[in-house]
Nanobody
Framework: QVQLVESGGGLVQAGGSLRLSCAPS?????????????MGWFRQAPGKEREFVAA????????AYGDSVKGRFTITRDHAKNMVYLQTNSLKLEDTAVYYC????????????????WGQGTQVTVSS
């Protein structure tokens, strides 16, 4: 019953920017509103495996980025709004993919299978 919902994807010209958002919905098994300590972003392009993009800890300071996006993308969170964001700058054609947010990894935050919760994805398409 717990899920994540992404938004903010769309069409953008190379070199442009998009801000993706992710919010949890539903409730935990305890009946409380879902609050996730560690959140991540992944992406998957057609014919390719799901790729780690970024992750953020509860403190908003512990950050990690995939090599392909480091220096261009920024992950942040807003506890008051219970939201997680991915600011994507200097977008390239190869950034085109479906972007997914994920929460609460049981293992490494780099590994998609370790995450407990996932969103449905939002499409980001970069054109020349």
């Amino acid at each position: 019953q717990v899920q994540l919902v992404e938004s903010g994807g769309g069409l953008v010209q190379a070199g442009g920017s998009l801000r993706l958002s992710c919010a949890p919905s539903g409730h935990s098994s305890s009946g409380r509103t879902l609050s996730i300590h560690v959140m991540g972003w992944f992406r998957q392009a057609p014919g390719k495996e799901r790729e780690f993009v970024a992750a953020i800890g509860w403190d908003g300071i512990s950050l990690a980025y995939g090599d392909s996006v480091k220096g261009r993308f920024t992950i942040t969170r807003d506890h008051a709004k219970n939201m997680v964001y991915l600011q994507t700058n200097s977008l390239k054609l190869e950034d085109t993919a479906v972007y997914y947010c994920a929460g609460d990894p049981s293992g490494s935050y780099y590994d998609a299978p370790s995450y407990r919760y996932w969103g449905q994805g939002t499409q980001v398409t970069v054109s020349s």
